[in-house]
């Protein structure tokens, strides 16, 4: 079905951005046009996702020139869910930073290209077009740099000098992807390139750019051995921020990774090897890492690759099964890892220290934040009925089902290993007794702050808590979400067919 | 001409990939800046070079019917440079930044980020 209005959600990120760039110098205004204006942006989302859901995808082709030509901009039920994720995760940082962004920050256009990279996210969801696709990536990359540089701290400018290093890489190479793509079927479009490619005879060649492909994404997505710019940059910019990036830069190259390898490029035995044994190896050496970091912020940078792998594993399965884990565990990690940088913000502002050594006592002083607290952490762990438990009998199910003994070991021993550093973090932030820390100046600590700010520090935490006990506790709805977009992604007959026309008039 | 290409698209990749494993960060950027001017060449070079046949339609026919120019390979090279363009330049202001606040240019010594708490 046509209908121009699926863009909104791009459009209306980017009025945001403009409208708030009016108010450059007033902070208090931005921050409740930023606030007021993504509870809309989450409806306009819901009411996308609602449409999809019940009448099929929605499909608009840029200033009306025909697909394969122009630009399409398709919500299927996986773009309609991610832009609903992103509009979630934008609302709670949004009210996150109104409390923790320093003014200056806010002064120096913190909001303004907040919203930009939401806008970006948005559009890199809804494109039908890989070359709009890249476009969207690099508004969504130079936003992130901005804001990871924002502060110019050194920790932070060393940081964004690994960062933006990848980053360009990564696009250096995808759009070499893209030219050798354009090069052998002389289209950008999709859904077009997935007919034109699968009847391609230069196989060869077509695995090298599938190969392009997965190296440029999984810079973007830090998969193994190509993560190591994400635990030396998140954990250095305000934690807002890290929030953000943790909760959904590094799902947007999962995201793609997904579109391009079910839809253009069905993986192969050797591309199945392959993402296997990336996805393996990536596991083990995020969860590994996470267990001898101090920084809890690191902890959680080192847990966001780990949990990638898990990610990348369903799309190494290639079952349904295991596409329907992904899409699931892909909703309660972008919840979840959000909601934990979150709780870093709020740890830090209370006791003036990231620190997992000087840290401690937490429960004792706080029993009511930590258990809040504990339920992100409890959920990452997975402990049933918590949200990351279900996403794991998919893949260990699919695992066994398809003799791939390995990546179901990979993610039983990744699941351990999350929960072994979890609990250390538990011991060590909240129950070991914590000493006096010395007061730091450069800090305004949490109860310094004006009412209001703490309301909308500890709001979001409850807010994305909330969500992630329904993601566990009403599992059968997004279960049922998760199978209908797995479904999806094996079967790519609809989403080709809502923009070109039917298949069989196409191939007579 | 295409041959030509070749060569040129493959030393600007292999410059570009020399340059960013030294350790200068001006030599990072330099490095940076040659890859994507690979990567646009290559764009070019795949949309297959045509000479002097625009991608024009006489007024007897709808269609083209004759070997043409494909225009798609320069809008996306326009973007791609555009964007580039705009990166490479904060990149450099970054550099100088990172030159101002750490005080070296060798990467090896950008460990801050490593540093225990």
């Known amino acids: 079905m046509s209908n121009p209005y699926i863009i909104l959600p791009i459009i209306f990120q980017l009025f945001t951005a403009i409208l708030l760039m009016f108010f450059w110098t007033q902070k208090n205004i931005q921050k409740a046009i930023s606030v007021a204006l993504s509870v809309v942006t989450l409806g306009i989302s819901v009411w996308l996702m609602t449409i999809v859901l019940k009448n099929g995808i929605y499909v608009t082709q840029a200033g009306s020139w025909e697909a394969p030509f122009g630009i399409t901009f398709i919500a299927d039920p996986l773009s309609a869910l991610m832009v609903l994720l992103t509009s979630i995760a934008g609302l709670a940082v949004s009210i996150f930073s109104v409390g923790s962004v320093r003014n200056a920050r806010v002064r120096f256009g913190y909001f303004p290209i907040f919203h930009f990279l939401l806008m970006g996210l948005n559009g890199a969801f809804l494109t039908g077009d890989i070359f709009n696709l890249y476009v969207w990536f690099e508004i969504i990359i130079i936003s992130s740099f901005v804001l990871i540089t924002l502060g110019g701290e050194k920790a932070q400018i060393e ?15 995808f ?9 052998l079927v002389g289209s950008l479009n999709m859904a077009d390139l997935s007919l034109k490619v699968a009847k391609l005879e230069n196989r ?7 190969i392009l492909f997965f190296v440029g994404f999984g810079i973007k997505s830090a998969v193994f051995p190509l993560h190591f710019w994400l635990p030396a940059s998140y954990h250095t910019p305000p934690t807002a921020i890290s929030a953000i990036f943790g909760g959904l830069l590094t799902k947007v190259g999962v995201y793609a990774l997904l579109r391009v390898f079910t839809l253009i490029f069905v993986p192969d035995e050797f591309m199945v090897s392959l993402i296997s044994w990336v996805a393996g190896l990536t596991i083990l050496t995020g969860c590994i890492g996470a267990l001898i970091q101090n920084n809890i912020r690191k902890v959680f940078s080192y847990l966001i690759v780990g949990h990638i792998g898990y990610m990348i594993a369903g799309l190494g399965m290639f079952t349904e099964a295991a596409l329907i884990g992904t899409v699931f565990y892909l909703i309660h990690d972008i919840i979840v890892k959000t909601n934990l940088f979150m709780v870093s913000g709020l740890i830090f502002k209370i006791k003036g220290t990231f620190s997992m050594r000087n840290l401690g006592g937490f429960y004792k002083e706080y029993p009511k934040l930590s258990l809040l607290m504990a339920i992100p952490i409890f959920s990452l762990v997975g402990i049933p009925p918590l949200s990351g438990f279900w996403a794991k009998l998919f893949w260990v199910e699919s695992g066994f089902e398809i003799g791939n003994f390995m990546l179901v ?9 999350t929960l072994f550093v979890m609990a250390k973090l538990w011991s060590e932030v909240f129950w070991k007794d914590g000493d006096k820390l010395p007061k730091k100046i450069n800090v305004k600590y949490f109860w310094e702050l004006k009412p209001i700010k703490r309301v909308a520090m500890v709001f979001p935490i409850v807010f994305l808590s909330l969500i992630s006990l329904y993601i566990g506790l009403g599992a059968d709805h997004i279960i049922q979400l998760s199978t209908i977009i797995g479904k999806q992604l094996m079967d790519t007959t609809p989403y080709i067919e809502a923009v070109l026309g039917p298949i069989t008039e196409l191939q007579p | 001409m295409e041959l030509l290409l070749v060569i040129i698209i493959g030393l600007l990749y292999a410059a570009g990939i020399y340059m960013m494993l030294r350790r200068s960060l001006v030599k990072l950027i330099i490095g940076l800046i040659l890859l994507g001017n690979g990567a646009n060449l290559l764009i070019f070079l795949l949309g297959r070079i045509v000479k002097g046949k625009p991608p024009i339609i006489d007024d007897a026919s709808y269609v083209l019917s004759e070997i043409y120019a494909d225009p798609v390979p320069q809008a996306l090279i326009l973007t791609a440079i555009v964007i580039s363009f705009g990166l490479q330049a904060f990149a450099i202001i970054l550099i100088k930044r990172a030159y101002k606040v750490v005080k070296t240019d060798d990467l090896d010594e950008m460990n801050a980020t490593d540093e225990d708490l």
């Open chain 1, 159 to 173: 940081g964004s000098i690994k960062y933006v290093t990848m980053n360009l890489l990564a696009s250096a190479i």
């Open chain 1, 175 to 183: 759009l070499t992807a893209i030219a050798i793509l354009y090069g």
């Open chain 1, 204 to 210: 060869g060649l077509v695995n090298v750019t599938a």
């Open chain 1, 409 to 417: 070991a990979f993610i039983i021993s990744g699941s351990f290993l």
